[in-house]
């Protein structure tokens, strides 16, 4: 059972260029987030999806867009990258709300922008 | 707006000390709450989770709290082992968001 899929690993960017970080999840939740992990920070949520074409802003969402085309995948899309968003980016999903689920996290993507 | 705040930053203790890590909400009003372990280099594993109708998990040699008229949760390690070694991250939702607060996380070093 894969679970929460990331990839890539790891990415070196230039300023202003632009990616996409892969989530692809296995278990047919409906919940979906990003998050991104500063050094020595606690996790801040980008972005959200709660269904296949539903997405909405989290705490940190600038600079950032998602789409949820279907259910299993959550793509991240970084436009013009800058040296603030470099940072550890972890997608996870739950089956429902966060009221009785336990959220699952992928491995994570290290980003950095120089 | 929400912070959540850990203590101690990082621990270390010898093989077989029982050990409590702290967590706490600047906004007490927290519905559920999760304890998660993160090893380095590797994402975040759910430990124990306390819903709303909770005040406390137990799993092992694990022991969750949460005082919601305070805002803090402590998590009990009983019997540390080196496989413990990881860090330690609470986070909490409010009632009717979506967003997990996260603290900045325990580094706990058991020393065999």
């Known amino acids: 059972n894969a679970g929460v899929t990331q990839t890539p690993k790891f990415r070196i960017l230039k300023i202003g260029q632009s990616m996409t970080l892969q989530c692809t999840q296995d278990?047919?939740?409906?919940?979906m987030y990003w998050y991104r992990q500063d050094p020595g920070m606690g996790l801040k949520l980008i972005y959200y999806?709660?269904?296949?074409?539903?997405?909405d802003k989290g705490e940190v969402p600038n600079g950032y867009n998602v789409s949820r085309s279907t259910t299993e995948d959550f793509p991240l899309r970084l436009e013009l990258a800058a040296p603030s968003q470099t940072s550890v980016y972890f997608c996870?999903?739950?089956?429902?709300?966060?009221?009785?689920?336990?959220?699952?996290f992928g491995a994570g993507t290290r980003l950095s922008v120089l | 707006k929400q912070e959540v705040t850990q203590i101690p930053a990082a621990l270390s203790v010898p093989e077989g000390e029982n050990l409590v890590l702290n967590c706490s909400f600047t906004?007490?009003?927290?519905?559920?709450l999760q304890w998660f372990r993160q090893d380095p280099g590797k994402g975040l594993t759910s430990l124990l989770l306390?819903?709303?109708?909770?005040r406390e998990q137990t799993s092992g040699r694990l022991n969750a709290s949460l005082d919601k008229s305070s805002g803090r949760s402590t998590l009990y390690i009983a019997a540390s082992q080196p496989g413990d070694s990881a860090t330690y991250l609470c986070?909490?939702?409010?009632?009717?968001?979506?967003?997990?607060?996260f603290g900045t996380g325990t580094r706990l070093t058991v020393i065999p």
């Open positions: 906004d007490s009003a927290i519905y559920n």
């Open positions: 996870a999903s739950t089956p429902d709300g966060l009221a009785k689920n336990i959220q699952y």
């Open positions: 306390i819903q709303s109708s909770q």
């Open positions: 986070a909490g939702d409010q009632t009717g968001a979506n967003n997990l607060f």
């Open positions: 999806s709660v269904g296949a074409g539903i997405t």
């Open positions: 278990m047919n939740h409906n919940y």
